[in-house]
């Protein structure tokens, strides 16, 4: 028997490559926080001799879910400001609400409810844009969570920088200190196009092909950040920065509910990432992201939930039912966007956008066990015929049991193992007070 440090067992067991492959009575084996083998449990109690045996005798056990785009120290502003349009929001409450009270503190306890909430939803991975990323970064490493997090460039000051030269500054100096890190990755995040001028543009794109960083970015939100940069500029922001040289492999393009033939095109032969983020285009009235299309084209497109201020939750198993439903409306196609492709768009597809795919996004040898796993049993989930549906179209994160990032067990019996939550709630519960304040209702 070979000595090995966990065996997770699972009634279901889908590793997402192949797509829609469901394996029924199989074991995860894990040794040095990666996947040694994915096999029948029967074969593996006779093959390996786990130091812990985790057996799941009703649960499903998919890759860790990959948030492809959020903005996680906003949890502190969930529900601040609702039933608004995208403008209004950010610039009579978010905005405002983060020249009062944004600082390395609120982004540390902002981003720790955040990492709470999606490991208890099952999201291992995370891809943030906010200010004081350090802080971010600091939060998910000692949850043991994975993270990307963003280089952010924004033209207007802040508390965290002036201008957009140091926010360069200050992102790539958090660059180089978490630079070979096994859980922490960095990209390139200018907020958008509206917000970001060329010079500032032009330097990320070559910083982004000289240090190999992708580029997280907003981009075509809604209609009128088009609208008004063609009467601006005489010309569509994808086009902007095309011309910046920043549509390439490396790009995560956000939102993207206004696309004509010819920018789908440009994507695909960029190879580019479209990050899809349904439930915030659809509470912001944003637009709808035409995915049956850009998949048909062979784009490679992602989920995210956005942050829990226009969410409002961060929830990768309803964002999945949600993406699955609207595409079939929006593609007038019952069979536009079915269930294991929402999987793949949750798991791998985030992995691929984020350049991460080498080492997480599916359950196979010799990449990081990042795992989740779903309990399928009870009057709410059962019958189970087919476990990739009921995930999609059935689950919600309530049923998330157990989480483990690179073979670490953060989710026990859903209790998280890492992060206090009283600890958490007590900070939230005081930033509350604070920003009820000084919002103006
Ligand atoms: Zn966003």
Redesign the pocket.
Request: aromatic fraction near 0%; proline fraction near 0%; charge should be negative.
């Given at each position: 028997m070979e000595r090995i440090d966990s065996l997770i067992s699972a009634r279901w067991v889908i590793p997402v490559e192949p797509e829609g492959l469901v394996l029924e009575h199989h074991s995860v084996a894990v040794r040095d926080g990666r996947i040694l083998d994915v096999l029948p449990t029967a074969a593996a109690l006779k093959l390996y001799a786990p130091d812990n045996h985790t057996d799941l005798p009703r649960h499903t056990l998919i890759p860790g879910l990959v948030n492809a785009?959020t903005?996680a120290a906003m949890n502190l502003m969930r529900g601040l400001a609702d039933d608004l349009p995208l403008m209004t929001w950010l610039q009579e409450h978010i905005w405002p609400a983060e020249q009062t009270h944004v600082s390395a503190e609120f982004v540390h306890d902002g981003s720790a409810a955040a990492c709470a909430e999606m490991l208890m939803g099952g999201i291992t991975c995370f891809n943030d844009?906010y200010f004081f990323p350090e802080a971010t970064a600091r939060v998910a490493s000692q949850a043991g969570m994975r993270a990307s997090v963003g280089i952010i460039v924004i033209d207007f000051p802040s508390a965290y920088a002036a201008g957009p030269a140091e926010y360069l500054e200050k992102g790539l100096a958090m660059h180089d200190a978490w630079h070979g890190d096994p859980l922490i990755s960095t990209v390139f995040a200018p907020h958008a196009p509206y917000t970001v001028g060329d010079e500032a543009l032009e330097r990320i794109s070559m910083l982004s092909s000289e240090l190999d960083l992708p580029v997280h970015m907003?981009i075509h939100e809604t209609a009128h950040e088009v609208s008004e940069a063609e009467g601006n500029l005489g010309m569509r922001p994808l086009q902007r920065l095309h011309q910046a040289g920043l549509v390439t492999p490396s790009l995560m393009a956000?939102h993207m509910t206004q696309l004509n033939d010819d920018e789908i095109a440009l994507l695909a032969r960029a190879n580019a990432s479209v990050i899809h983020?349904p439930e915030?285009n659809l509470k912001l009235a944003s637009g709808f992201c035409p995915v049956h299309k850009l998949q048909q084209a062979g784009i490679n497109v992602a989920l995210g939930t956005?942050?829990a201020a226009?969410n409002n939750d961060l929830d990768m198993l309803s964002e999945m039912r949600t993406a699955a439903l609207l595409a079939k409306a929006v593609a007038g196609d019952a069979a536009a966007l079915p269930a294991p492709r929402a999987l793949t768009m949750a798991t791998l597809a985030g992995a691929r956008a984020l350049g991460l795919d080498e080492n997480i996004g599916s359950l196979v040898k010799g990449k990081f066990a990042d795992m989740t796993a779903v309990d399928m049993g009870g009057i709410t989930m059962e019958p189970v015929f087919n476990p990739i549906s009921q995930l999609t179209y059935v689950a919600n994160r309530n049923q998330v049991s157990d989480v483990w990032v690179a073979g670490r067990q953060l989710l026990r019996s859903r209790a998280l193992t890492t992060i206090n939550p009283d600890n958490v709630l007590e900070r939230v519960r005081n930033w509350q007070q604070r920003l009820q304040v000084t919002d103006p209702g």
């Open positions: 785009h903005h844009m907003h956000v983020c915030s956005d942050s226009s």
